[in-house]
C-alpha cells in the first residue's frame, strides 16, 4: 500500500519567513495530494491541494510543487503569520473515492 | 456547502461499554466514509472505508468486530466501538467523499472518547 512520508517533524521560523514542508510517495498510482493544516482538537481543514496533471499550484502565501518522477511534493507558506502555527499534514490518494493516507505531520511554530 | 457533523463531540464511558458515534453529510450525498482515529501528537490512521448499502473495508490490524461501521444511508455512518477499554480512548474523525463526483473528503469535527 501508499507510504508517506514527512519532515521535518516540527519546525520553527521567524515570523514574516518562508516554510517549507516535504513529502515522498510510494504508490507510483496516486495522483491526488491534499495538505491540511490541524490546530489542537480540531478537524483537519484543507488548505491547497494539487493533482498529477500539473506540477505547481499556488493560492496566495501558499504554493504546492508536484514532481511526479521523483514521488514527492512540497509545501511552501511565505511571509510567515503567528495564526500559521499548526500541525501540518500532507496525504496522498489514487483519487475519486479511494483512501487518503497521511504523513507524520510536521508541528508549524511562527516566532513573534 | 459539503458539511460533515459528528456526534457526539465528546463521550467517557466505563471501560466494558459500548459506543457509538454518528458522522452525518448535511448537504450532500456521501457515496464514501472513511473513519480515523487519531492519538495525541501523531496523525490520522485509516480504520475504515465504507459504501452506502455495503459492508465496510477495514484496514490491517483493524478489528472490524470491536468497530462495527454501518452506512446505512447516503448522509449517515456510524462507528460503534464495542468493550470499549481504555487503549481505545481517542480522537475519531470521520470524512466524506461524493460530492459532484469529488475527491475531495471533508472532515467532520472529531469525537473525544475518554474510557475509564
Known amino acids: 500500500g501508499e507510504n508517506v512520508e514527512q519532515h521535518p517533524s516540527t519546525l520553527s521560523v521567524q515570523e514574516g519567513d518562508s516554510a517549507v514542508i516535504k513529502c515522498t510517495y510510494s504508490?507510483?498510482?496516486?495522483?491526488?495530494f491534499p495538505w491540511y493544516k490541524q490546530e489542537l482538537g480540531k478537524r483537519p481543514q484543507l488548505i491547497i491541494d494539487i493533482r498529477s496533471n500539473v506540477g505547481e499550484k499556488k493560492d496566495q502565501r501558499i504554493a504546492v510543487t508536484l514532481n511526479k518522477t521523483a514521488k514527492h511534493f512540497s509545501l511552501h507558506i511565505t511571509e510567515t503569520q503567528p495564526e500559521d502555527s499548526a500541525v501540518y499534514f500532507c496525504a496522498a490518494s489514487r483519487g475519486g473515492n479511494e483512501k487518503l493516507t497521511f504523513g507524520t505531520g510536521t508541528r508549524l511554530t511562527i516566532i513573534p | 456547502g459539503a458539511v460533515v457533523s459528528q456526534h457526539p463531540s465528546w463521550v467517557i464511558c466505563k471501560s466494558g461499554t459500548s459506543v457509538k458515534i454518528e458522522c452525518r453529510s448535511l448537504?450532500?450525498?456521501?457515496?464514501?466514509m472513511f473513519w480515523y482515529r487519531q492519538f495525541p501528537k501523531q496523525s490520522l490512521m485509516l480504520m475504515a472505508t465504507s459504501n452506502e448499502g455495503s459492508k465496510a473495508t477495514y484496514e490491517q490490524g483493524v478489528e472490524k468486530d470491536k468497530f462495527l461501521i454501518n452506512h446505512a444511508s447516503l448522509t449517515l455512518s456510524t462507528l460503534t466501538v464495542t468493550s470499549a477499554h481504555p487503549e481505545d480512548s481517542s480522537f475519531y474523525i470521520c470524512?466524506?467523499?461524493?460530492?459532484?463526483?469529488?475527491?475531495?473528503?471533508?472532515f467532520g469535527p472529531g469525537t473525544r472518547l475518554t474510557v475509564l
Open positions: 504508490d507510483s498510482a496516486s495522483n491526488y
Open positions: 470524512s466524506a467523499t461524493g460530492l459532484a463526483g469529488g475527491t475531495e473528503q471533508f
Open positions: 448537504d450532500f450525498q456521501a457515496t464514501t
